[in-house]
């Protein structure tokens, strides 16, 4: 379940138990996380460090991804620290003190775990991302580093729900395509619904997670709730960050 802690934080209460392991979304509130046209990169670094301080990180090394709507995943060490990597969508590594990070803003970002190998990942999926089963992919890394998927905990963070996620029927098809398509719903008015964290879940079950390891946290969306930023509400270039990584654990 997302909660918001007392320093105006949300995390996954299943993420929560495990001391070396950062996993947080920022909020509205911390400002814009990802440089664009209209800002300073100076402002994004500002509002940054001001949520690092608050997860009580100190100039963290910090891997970012393209974000290109596509379904890759890569591998992140610890000489991709500060960079951002093409074509990337989602990122994982098995490196202490690397931490990863996606911008959001109704798109879902996805954060994993696997408390026994000591791996992390994330991922950010929109439509296109959730069609091309980045879920999965993000999976397939862990597995190539030696995870069980048994053992891997999933956390969905802040993303519009289907109560305000529309499409037309272009987009419904590719869900129908992907095998998704009981995550496309249909409103008595006639309006197409699609549910990103239900597709995201059955492509995580399908990669091998268990149900009950994924936190889904119902109940959020983005669009409904001030605390994040929302692309359909109108925030235009603004993003929210999450990030996960495992500090050393000394
Ligand atoms: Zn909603």
Request: aromatic share 8%; charged share 25%.
């Amino acid at each position: 379940m997302l909660r918001k802690n007392k320093r105006g934080i949300y995390s996954l209460t299943s993420f929560s138990d495990f001391k070396n392991l950062i996993c947080a979304f920022s909020t509205a509130s911390f400002g814009n996380m990802k440089p664009n046209r209209n800002l300073e990169t100076s402002e994004v670094e500002k509002n940054r460090s001001k949520f690092f301080d608050r997860l009580s990180l100190k100039k963290p090394s910090v891997v970012t991804a393209e974000q290109v709507h596509g379904g890759r995943v890569s591998i992140a060490t610890e000489k991709d620290a500060g960079r951002q990597i093409k074509g990337a969508d989602g990122l994982a590594t098995r490196e202490k003190n690397l931490f990863l990070m996606v911008f959001v803003a109704d798109c879902l970002p996805i954060v994993a775990y696997d408390p026994k190998k000591e791996i992390v990942g994330i991922a950010h999926a929109g439509w296109e991302g959730t069609t091309k089963k980045i879920a999965s992919d993000l999976i397939e890394v862990f597995i190539k580093f030696g995870s069980n998927p048994k053992n891997v905990l999933v956390g969905l963070g802040p993303g519009i729900e289907f109560c305000h996620y529309e499409v037309g029927n272009a987009v419904a098809n590719k869900f129908a395509q992907a095998g998704l398509g009981e995550a496309v719903l249909k409103s008595l008015s006639g309006k197409v619904l699609v549910d990103l964290k239900s597709a995201n879940i059955k492509t995580l079950t399908e990669a091998g997670v268990n149900k009950s390891n994924i936190d889904a946290s119902l109940k959020v969306c983005t669009y409904e709730t001030g605390d994040f930023f929302s692309f359909r509400r109108g925030d235009g270039d603004s993003r929210i960050a999450a990030v996960i990584g495992l500090k050393n654990g000394n």
